[in-house]
């Protein structure tokens, strides 16, 4: 199912589903019983000085007592503004993306919009789905992550074509050119494994995630590349290459390097991770003593976990400020300017996983 909702002023109305149960009173309703023109109930709720004081007292007063409320949306779409800013994340559950939303929110309120957001449950078909409801609902701009699934950029193709200004986050596809806000993964990636190094680890496994999508692609090159700044070799049989991050892909890929005897994981991702400890602690393996973790997003489980786990974090509420921020500097720019990408440097939150001096 197809999931889209609105934030406006803090409160999420949902776009699609439930009906109002009844009819707003409309400013032609204020017109009609006060038998006024629709543009004089207009200038008199503006505090118009062509209205006098005694019209605008009686159309204020009617306002109050059939609770009219005005259509911000239908005004500015009128004038060709609808200050709706359109989001899609793959997902809502988990911290990275509700945090990244939070941060969003705040500055889009800043700026005066007002945010719709819209799910795409890591399915290309639904992202699809996504780009047409938030063109139809008229946005000014879409801010996008993609899903794991999303191949190509040609559904994007249709949102540059209207001229509406298009920022990804966090998610991009290798090779394209696009304005991005976005993690130093690679740092993320070489920070984690350095630390594992740093505690004494020597054959570290790794989870890799979707290699077309570049935050995976570059946490692992930072993982190769530590590796080769300590003088450790790659071994191949310690990276297992996920289509999914989950728990219980996380599960089966410790399944499977358990033969190969890893002294340490680094995780493309948190949940991984949390599937990796669970078949530990059912092998009886010690963590960090026998087998040393960390994983990636500072998902709000890893400070809950026994031991609590090491993990990556990825400035979440920072990269949507940063995203409505470039977005607002296109929509000034008007198309005109060439692609940025803004980095956000990560923070390694060290915890009981992976401490082992």
């Known amino acids: 199912m197809l999931l889209c909702f609105l934030l406006l002023n803090n409160t999420i ?14 400013i032609t309703d204020l017109a009609k ?15 118009d000085p062509r209205i006098s004081a005694a019209t605008k007292q009686r159309v204020q007063t009617l306002a109050r007592q059939l609770n009219y409320q005005p259509n911000h949306l239908a005004a500015g779409l009128r004038k060709g503004k609808s200050k709706l800013l359109g989001v899609i994340v793959p997902y809502i559950d988990g911290r990275f993306f509700a945090v990244v939303i939070k941060g969003i929110e705040l500055a889009a309120s800043q700026a005066g919009f007002n945010v719709i957001i819209c799910q795409s449950n890591e399915d290309v078909a639904h992202e699809r789905q996504n780009i047409e409801t ?9 801010l996008v992550s993609l899903s794991r699934t999303t191949h190509d950029f040609a559904h994007f193709e249709k949102v ?24 130093d993964d690679y740092a993320g990636g070489f920070l984690s494994t350095e630390h594992l190094i740093e505690q004494g680890c020597r054959r570290i496994g790794h989870f890799a995630g979707p290699q077309h999508l570049g935050i995976y692609k570059h946490r692992r090159q930072g993982y190769l590349d530590a590796l080769q700044k300590h003088g450790l070799p790659v071994a191949e ?4 290459y996920c289509d999914t991050m989950t728990v219980e892909t996380g599960r089966q890929a410790m399944q499977q390097l358990l033969p190969a005897r890893p002294d340490a994981i680094f995780s493309s991702s948190d949940a991984a991770v949390a599937g990796a400890l669970q078949v530990l602690e059912e092998q009886g393996s010690r963590v960090p003593e026998d087998v040393a973790l960390t ?42 300017a060439p692609p940025q990408h803004v980095v956000l440097e990560p923070e390694l939150r ?8």
């Open 160 to 183: 540059q074509q209207r001229g509406v200004p298009l920022v990804f986050f966090d998610r991009i596809l290798l090779g394209t050119e696009v304005n991005a806000v976005l993690l």
């Open 33 to 47: 019983q006060l038998g006024l023109s629709v543009s004089g109930v207009s200038r008199a709720l503006n505090n």
């Open 237 to 240: 049989e310690l990276i297992v």
């Open 13 to 26: 109305g949902f776009i699609l589903g439930k009906e109002k149960e009844s009819k707003p009173t409309s």
């Open 134 to 142: 938030l063109l139809s609902a008229q946005v000014e701009g879409i």
């Open 350 to 357: 060290v915890r009981a996983s992976s401490l082992r001096t």
């Open 295 to 336: 994983g990636f997003s500072n998902e709000m489980f890893t400070s809950l976990t026994k031991p609590r786990l090491t993990s990556v974090d990825q400035r979440c509420e920072q990269m949507g400020e940063a995203a409505v921020r470039l977005f607002l500097q296109l929509r000034q720019e008007r198309g005109n």
